[in-house]
């Protein structure tokens, strides 16, 4: 299959990118780190303005009507900076849930209410509970709205993880569907990390001067670099291949979406651990902004399913 975003895809990213460019995301994420969410939610905000909270919500509730192709080219750009929040549960999993059990919330969504999900056993925990204003908790098939209990210990600070219980049953809702559109956006999500370590890294590696020449002169940080490049782009096709089978409603879609969230996890993992690399041990420190991106990678490499459980489905399908 011969695919390749058009315009619109290529002008909706840049105008994502322009608008979290200007936000000063380290910042903002360090805030949310800290429990003050406020700078975040403001960022939120403007993404609502533009459409993105929106995205698949159809145009009767206030949503763009958008389909997976639009989802994957939003959320790598969030990926790329990091944005703090529940990003997956926002975007792609709470629109799945409430368009079956509860289309009336849906326009809330749309304009800018932050939803998290917690599914067990596969999703244990909400994500950032408590900054959002909808909590849901899946059992099965059933939607329930969700009060929000303790918080547990997350890798990453901006993505704190919280237990939820059932408060009032919603309705049924296609559970399965929305857990493949949470998997297909944290693979987006996972991409975008990866191009912004591979960006942080390269420029640090023309700056970081040994011996008097830059590190980045050196034939293996070369090959390393390269490798992590060859490998993000390895994995975008198989991004794009998912959304396209989610689109058209292909039998392969949830094979599809499985083998981006391994492809693009393993390519931001391979990223993350090149920049620790290039870097040293500065790349270790919490006031180096690479570890805001290196702690995202690492959380995400297991939300919306392991990468074990990934691969046992794409196994499952040959």
């Known amino acids: 299959m011969r695919f390749a975003l058009d315009s619109s ?94 289309p009336d919330r849906l326009s809330a969504l749309a304009e800018g209410a932050l939803a998290t999900v917690a599914a067990p056993p596969r999703v244990p925990f909400a994500v950032d509970a408590n900054a959002v204003e909808l909590a849901l908790l899946v059992d099965g098939d059933s939607v329930s709205t969700a009060t929000v209990g303790d918080e547990h210990g997350s890798v990453d600070q901006a993505r704190k993880l919280f237990s939820v219980t059932a408060a009032e049953t919603l309705g049924d809702a296609d559970t399965e569907r929305a857990f493949d559109m949470g998997a297909l956006a944290t693979a987006a999500q996972l991409l975008g990390l990866g191009r912004t370590m591979l960006e942080i890294s390269t420029e640090y590696a023309k700056q970081r001067k040994q ?40 039998v392969d879609a949830r094979r599809d979406i499985s083998a981006a969230k391994v492809a693009c996890g393993d390519a931001a993992y391979r990223a993350s651990r090149i920049a620790l690399q290039v870097h040293g041990a500065i790349g270790y420190t919490q006031e180096h902004d690479l570890s805001l991106w290196l702690t995202k990678t690492r959380a995400l490499l297991t939300a919306w399913g392991t990468p074990s459980v990934h691969r046992a489905r794409v196994m499952e399908s040959l």
């Open 9 to 102: 895809h290529t002008d909706f990213a840049d105008s994502i990118d322009s608008l979290l460019a200007k936000s000063d995301m380290p910042a903002v994420i360090r805030s949310w780190n800290a429990g003050d969410t406020a700078p975040g939610l403001k960022v939120w905000q403007r993404l609502a303005e533009t459409g993105v909270n929106g995205l698949i919500i159809d145009e009767a509730h206030d949503g763009l009507g958008a389909d997976a192709i639009d989802l994957v080219v939003a959320v790598e750009q969030l990926g790329r900076h990091a944005v703090p929040g529940p990003v997956a549960e926002t975007i792609a999993v709470a629109p799945v849930l409430l368009a079956g059990a509860a």
């Open 211 to 250: 011996f008097g020449k830059a590190i980045g002169s050196q034939q293996s940080i070369k090959h390393h670099l390269a490798n992590v490049a060859i490998g993000l782009e390895m994995a975008r096709p198989l991004l794009h291949g998912a959304a396209l089978s989610v689109r058209d409603g292909s």
